[in-house]
């Protein structure tokens, strides 16, 4: 019975698979159209084998297309550069399946690198593993979002720099970024659902807007490459360092209120020194006040001012020029009191 059924065994159900050559692909129906390699027969409306479930409201996707009348691209590879074995039933060509792609014998992607994952799309966008961890995104305007040791492009053919090299091809053919931005302008946008944003634009500048449940900018921090920095806020903007706070400025600081300007030592001194220039006080009421000490040091100091009082209450001494006033020069209880008139002393 054995060697019956052996010699005798059932036919297939003539299952034919071919290797093919891709003529176009049809993303409106999820097909292509290809060509046997063998017997040069006809195979349209190939439905693709997916690796992964996809239904109609899910799952991934990739068929690409080659646009001969898009202007921004410049270069088309030829969709027949690219294989696929397909496969159909008992000569039913019109129900033919792809049931995978082939790599070309030589691609821009044959890399001989342990660990290597890579992905490349038609408009030279790619994005990479390599078998060390690092991880890059490249975008053709030759900007790049990477992890890895160090800010380096890692799409590029230069191995002296540790890029990629294809073994089979002279290199990754990637177009210039400057050809690119040539076309258009390219911009990064970060929007988060709270109402965060950061841009940054093809000018160099770099932007981060908060907003508030209604939509509104509550701050804005812009920096520009010329090195301007903006902070705009609705509210208060507020500095905490547990040790110094430092702002040097080239030439000039400007702190300017609709209301008070404090300046507050919890414990010590507070110092304001000029080295080249004058220290200028200018408001209808100019006060100094500290629980501790509080000094002006400068080689000229002026004060200018219908009258100038200085109090100094009964517990303390009022000198000039290192010599007490309260001893002969003047003292009544509370205090001591300069009065000046028209810039000159006239009670002490």
């Known amino acids: 019975m054995n060697n019956l059924l052996i010699n005798n065994a059932a036919k297939g159900p003539g299952a034919k698979i071919y290797f093919c050559k891709v003529l176009r ?33 899910y799952g991934a996707r990739y068929i690409p297309t ?34 995978g792609f082939l790599f070309p014998m030589e691609t821009t992607l044959s890399i001989a690198e342990y660990g290597l994952y890579i992905f490349r799309h038609e408009s030279d966008v790619m ?26 492009n890692e799409m590029t053919d230069d191995r002296a720099t540790g890029g990629l090299y294809p073994a089979k091809a002279d ?40 907003k508030d449940t209604a939509g509104t900018v509550q701050t804005t921090l812009t920096m520009t490459p010329s090195g301007d920095v903006t902070v705009t806020a609705t509210n208060d903007v507020t500095v905490n360092a547990t040790r110094d706070a ?39 009421t100019a006060s100094i006040a500290a629980t501790v000490s509080a000094q002006v040091v400068a080689p000229t100091v002026t004060v200018n001012s219908d009258a100038l009082n200085l109090n100094v209450p009964g517990t303390g001494t009022l000198k000039i020029n290192g010599v007490s006033a309260d001893s002969g020069t003047h003292s009544h209880a509370g205090g001591s009191t300069i009065v000046a008139t028209n810039g000159i002393i006239t009670q002490i």
């Open 246 to 284: 430092i702002v040097n400025a080239g030439r000039e600081i400007h702190a300017t209120s609709e209301s008070h300007i404090y300046v507050t030592s919890n414990s010590g001194s507070i110092s304001v020194q000029a080295s080249n220039g004058n220290i200028v006080t200018t408001s209808q």
């Open 25 to 57: 692909f049809l993303p409106s129906s999820n097909t292509a159209d290809v060509v046997t390699i063998d017997n040069n027969i006809s195979l349209l409306g190939c439905n693709i084998a997916c690796s992964m479930p996809a239904g109609f409201v």
């Open 127 to 152: 994005w990479m593993v390599r078998g060390d961890g690092t991880m890059q995104v490249y975008h053709p305007s030759g900007s790049i979002v990477k992890i890895g040791d160090d800010n380096s």
């Open 66 to 99: 080659h646009d001969d009348v898009n202007p921004e691209v410049e270069y088309v590879n030829s969709p027949g550069d690219i294989y696929c074995v397909a496969a159909f039933l008992e000569n039913d060509y019109n129900n033919a399946a792809i049931l």
């Open 171 to 210: 290199g990754l053919y990637i177009r210039e970024a400057a050809d690119y931005n040539a076309q258009k302008e390219t911009n990064l946008f970060i929007k988060w659902h709270a109402g965060q944003e950061v841009t940054l634009d093809n000018t160099g500048n770099a932007i981060v807007k908060t």
